[in-house]
């Protein structure tokens, strides 16, 4: 009996000597920038030694580049490679290099039009970019001057430097998470072709006068989930599409949104202008916009198509801005036009191969419910044709309508498309033209105490077919003096 305990307990003690020191193991997988010549002065550009920590921490294969607290990090572009954490810890920051000569390489390939790559990576697995620190894309570096709601952009030839801050193209098991991520030139976080996508608790803050300034683009993507931000961005806050230029990457579906607060200078949630394949399977759910131009947005412009789509549980409330943005503080938008003929310059890109005239895709099954407006414009849906929007149901949206700034209403949207782009209409707390298939239920219309002319109808349609309404609640913002099948009544519910 002796000798058996004796032997298991010489084997414990063994085993336990021969452990391997855990912590040492991490300690050797942690790749501090600092140790690879970084001086984070805020003045020397540290992107060489920022790119040889992710170099060595991907050959090693895979642990944590850290950047560590206490320091800024100029930095020109650098590339991420799999297999790492890319990790700001709190009271550090990545800042931009404000030199426009180092940024060469186009974020949209040959289209070399619209930005360029700061942080970037192709073909990446299992990558995490995350910490409580901060990415600072030093957007106002790259700016004209200031004008009275936006900034001048600067003229360029053929190469527009202004950075984009994260373009990751073809990822799969892509994190992002915790970050302030501000102040961005261009487009803030771009992930094209990427599969399976987190992006949860982060900051995010562009200044509200910089156009092109998205918030988060999703790019011919697949399996992503956004939770838990906050966005202000001057132009979109959160927006999908499927870019011409990465056309190889298919369709861009099953993409979820939740528990998000965004403003912005043109459309909070998005879907378009650019899609030239299919954008579907698709829920945003319980999310707040505030202070924004448009509030959620679909813009099909090119022949790809939209479909099964929800809203949901969310509160919208938006205003006028000048016409330097896109949208006419439009809570709800749903359009289908063909953009404009191109040019010899853009035909290349904005159209199919050898194209300058394009086709635009049908809008359907696009689901609005539970969701709260209060703006100075009304709810548009808009189509160049009956049958490119079909199947779009209402449930238990409530508008309410006031004038409360100085800019003009009375006006919809339509940019970019070949029909007029400002096209005069009265405003309506639903305004529908050229659509069918439309279903308005349990929902409501109510008018504020600044009343301009042309404020009209709780509902107004031209050419649409087979519109189903019940429950409903509203009148003209002038009873009496408007007269139209479409002017409904408090008393009278359907």
């Not at 995010?204 to 966005?231: A, E, F, M, P, Q």
């Amino acid at each position: 009996m002796f000798k058996p305990l004796m032997y298991l307990l010489c084997v414990f003690l063994f085993s336990f000597r021969a452990m391997p020191d855990l912590s040492a193991i991490q300690q050797q997988r942690v790749f501090n920038i600092k140790d690879y010549g970084a001086v984070g002065d805020g003045k020397t550009d540290d992107a060489n030694a920022i790119q040889k920590a992710i170099d060595a921490c991907n050959a090693a294969g895979g642990g944590t580049v850290l950047i560590p607290s206490g320091h800024t990090f100029l930095a020109g572009p650098f590339q991420l490679k799999s297999f790492i954490d890319f990790h700001v810890e709190t009271n550090a920051k990545v800042l931009a290099n404000p030199d426009e000569k180092v940024y060469t390489k186009s974020a949209f390939r040959a289209n070399k039009g619209e930005g360029t790559v700061w942080i970037g990576g192709e073909s990446l697995e299992n990558v995490t970019i995350s910490g409580s620190g901060i990415v600072d894309g030093n957007g106002i570096s790259f700016m004209g001057a200031e004008l009275e709601d936006s900034y001048e952009l600067k003229p360029f030839n053929i190469v527009d430097p202004r950075p984009h801050v994260l373009t990751i193209v073809g990822g799969k098991n892509i994190r992002i998470k915790d970050l302030t991520i501000r102040n961005s030139a261009y487009w803030t976080v771009h992930l094209v072709g990427c599969d399976d996508v987190a992006i949860s608790d982060i900051t995010l803050l562009n200044n509200l006068k910089v156009r092109n300034s998205d918030g988060i683009d999703l790019d011919h993507s697949k399996n992503v989930r956004i939770t838990n931000c906050y966005i202000e961005s001057g132009d979109d806050c959160i927006c999908l599409k499927n870019r011409r230029e990465y056309e190889e990457f298919g369709v861009c579906e099953n993409i979820t949104v939740s528990n998000c607060t965004m403003t912005s200078r043109s459309c909070a949630i998005k879907i378009g202008s650019e899609n030239m394949d299919t954008i579907r399977h698709v829920v945003f759910d319980n999310c707040i916009i505030k202070k924004s131009n448009r509030g959620v947005g679909i813009q099909n412009r090119d022949e790809g198509v939209v479909s099964d789509v929800i809203f949901s549980n969310m509160l919208i409330h938006s205003h006028l801005f000048s016409d330097v943005w896109w949208g006419k503080a439009e809570p709800i938008y749903v359009t289908a036009y063909r953009r404009a003929p191109g040019n010899h310059k853009d035909a290349n890109w904005r159209f199919a191969k050898g194209q300058t005239v394009g086709k635009v895709g049908k809008v359907e099954n696009i689901y609005f419910t539970n969701i709260k407006c209060d703006s100075e414009n009304g709810i548009y849906v808009s189509a160049e044709s009956a049958d490119k929007i079909n199947n779009i149901f209402f449930d238990a949206v409530d508008v309410r309508i006031n004038k409360t700034t100085r800019h003009e209403g009375g006006v919809y949207d339509r940019r970019p498309s070949e029909v007029e782009g400002m096209v005069k209409g009265r405003t309506s707390g639903f305004y529908l033209d050229k659509a069918s298939g439309i279903t308005i239920r349990n929902s409501s219309v109510q008018w504020g105490a600044n009343r301009p002319a042309y404020f009209a109808h709780a509902i107004e349609t031209h050419e649409v077919a087979s519109l189903k309404v019940s429950g409903f609640e509203g009148q003209s913002a002038y009873p009496g003096k408007l007269k139209s099948q479409q002017d409904y009544l408090p008393t009278r519910k359907y």
